[in-house]
């Protein structure tokens, strides 16, 4: 059994101090080497743990031959964020964790190779996509995130006239504000987004659906709507010093760093607490994310403080790994009490407690109960929260008959319809805070819905 191609890294000591990418991509040779390893089986299990279904076995057929060209443009039949996707799905759950060679040892490295063809097409120049026979219908998606986006290239390879309406100054929804430089630089993220326009999709920003225009005003304007509008609502603790200074939450931090662009400092100076001691709170993808750019903008220490231990973290394997060895600490089977004020509203630690893990929840994990006595005090001057997002109801204003469950989560059928016929909706909107590939899958769905309902109407 072969093993697996390593992706070259940045040290860890170097890359702790700037917000280049970590992870450098493969070599032509090593691409070509480790396609060689997939055994292009007949019934692909690799494809059905990929939401957007790309043709795994085809696209590496094509690189055994040093066809990248080919491969990129099979990948991209499905996919219209390849290096996106390369970069930042967790394969490990999806399609590797299908591969046939997954069962006797290390899969295919599919998204290394996914990565590998789209940086290749980048560095070769991109060829521009043949737009489609315009069908005069138009289709308005709100919020220009991976399930907008892809609902948008999929409706303007449909031939509808497809415009995007997006809140924020930027388009990538969080794959530029949330995601930081060092995982998925953000001149990837706008190539991407310059081809899908080049699709023919017009991108409108600074333009809030329920403020600037309301959703029943859209669906007068347009044959059809797609909500991708994301979970974005950072939620809290609802502990005693959350609204001191030096406490954020894991969006406004990451939006400064990202958005805002403070790791471009001094170029850009941005209003950021650098902390010295920095407390991220929470176990998942971007609870890892603040607490590295926090350590990258100088912090001398930072530490994850998570309620359960390490098996639990539901952070990728990878980013936790990435994260220890850059130095960050993991107060594991802790969690936060309250936070402590300093002179001036400012903080100066926060208070914890010790857990121990009891039994299982109704999620199959084992539930943290406190010590009791276990009461200690971590010095601190900057608290970040990840401990969860929620949906903005911003969208629901003026969007009459809309159906949202109790946590403020679209309903929609398995055709991506909500409760008004010409509305779809899709990705963290529907499903709650989950991955980039499950956004694109629902975008792909309510546009193939939507494609399907105007040609038939
Ligand atoms: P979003 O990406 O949130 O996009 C929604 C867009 O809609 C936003 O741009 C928002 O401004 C806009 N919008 C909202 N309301 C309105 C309105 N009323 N009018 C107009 N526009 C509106 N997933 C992974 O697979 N791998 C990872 O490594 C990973 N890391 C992550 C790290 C961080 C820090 C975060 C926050 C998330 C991470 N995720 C990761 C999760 C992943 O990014 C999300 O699941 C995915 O972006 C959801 O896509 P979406 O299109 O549904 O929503
Ligand atoms: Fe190749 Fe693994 Fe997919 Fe089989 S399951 S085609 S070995 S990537």
Do not use: W
Not at 207 to 236: H, M, S
Not at 245 to 264: H, P
Not at 311 to 339: C, D, M, Q, W, Y
Not at 377 to 385: E, G, H, L
């Amino acid at each position: 059994m072969t093993v697996r191609e390593p992706m070259p890294l940045q040290d860890p000591s170097e890359r702790a101090q700037n917000f280049n990418e970590v992870a450098l991509g493969y070599s032509e040779e090593q691409a070509v080497a480790e396609a060689m390893r997939c055994l292009e089986c007949k019934n692909p299990k690799c494809v059905d743990g990929c939401p957007v279904n790309v043709d795994i076995p085809g696209f590496i057929a094509q690189m055994k031959e040093n066809n990248f060209d080919d491969a990129i443009a099979t990948i991209k039949l499905t996919n219209s964020l390849a290096a996106v996707c390369g970069r930042v799905c967790p394969q490990e759950t999806q399609c590797e964790q299908m591969c046939v060679l997954a069962k006797k040892g290390e899969p295919v490295a599919i998204g290394r190779l996914e990565r590998f063809c789209a940086d290749n097409e980048r560095k070769n120049g991109v060829t521009p996509p043949v737009r489609a026979e315009q069908t005069g219908r138009s289709v308005a998606v709100v919020g220009a995130g991976p399930a907008g986006l892809t609902a948008a290239a999929d409706l303007a390879r449909g031939g509808h006239a497809v415009t995007v309406f997006e809140a924020l100054h930027d388009t990538g929804g969080v794959l530029t504000y949330g995601i930081p430089e060092f995982r998925l630089p953000k001149s990837i993220v706008k190539e991407e987004v310059d081809y899908i326009k080049q699709l023919g999709v017009d991108v409108k920003v600074n333009y809030i659906i329920g403020k600037i225009k309301t959703l029943d005003q859209l669906r007068a304007d347009f044959d059809a709507v797609f909500l991708g509008t994301g979970a974005g609502l950072p939620k809290f603790m609802g502990i005693e010093g959350e609204n001191l200074n030096g406490v954020y939450s894991a969006n406004e931090f990451l939006a400064r760093v990202n958005l805002m662009k403070a790791y471009d400092f001094p170029v850009y100076d941005t209003p950021i607490k650098r902390g010295k001691r920095v407390m991220v709170v929470g176990g998942g993808n971007v609870a890892m994310d603040a607490a590295r750019s926090a350590l990258r903008l100088g912090a001398d220490e930072v530490s994850i403080i998570y309620r359960r231990s390490e098996a639990e973290l539901p952070a990728r394997r990878e980013e936790v790994e990435n994260a220890k060895e850059e130095g960050i600490i993991f107060r594991l089977l802790t969690n936060p009490v309250s936070i402590l004020e300093g002179d001036n509203m400012t903080v100066r630690g926060i208070e914890c407690v010790k857990m121990e893990l009891g039994e299982a929840d109704g999620s199959g994990r084992r539930s943290p109960v406190p010590v009791e006595g276990s009461e200690h005090i971590i010095d601190a001057d900057v608290i970040i929260i990840a401990i969860g997002t929620s949906p903005n109801p911003m969208i629901l204003s003026g969007s009459e008959g809309l159906e949202v469950d109790s946590r403020g989560l679209m309903v929609v059928d398995d055709s991506g319809t909500t409760s008004i016929g010409n509305v779809c909706a899709g990705g963290d909107a529907v499903t709650g805070a989950a991955t980039v590939i499950s956004a694109m899958g629902a975008g792909k769905v309510a546009a193939s819905t939507i494609n399907d309902h105007l040609e038939n109407n």
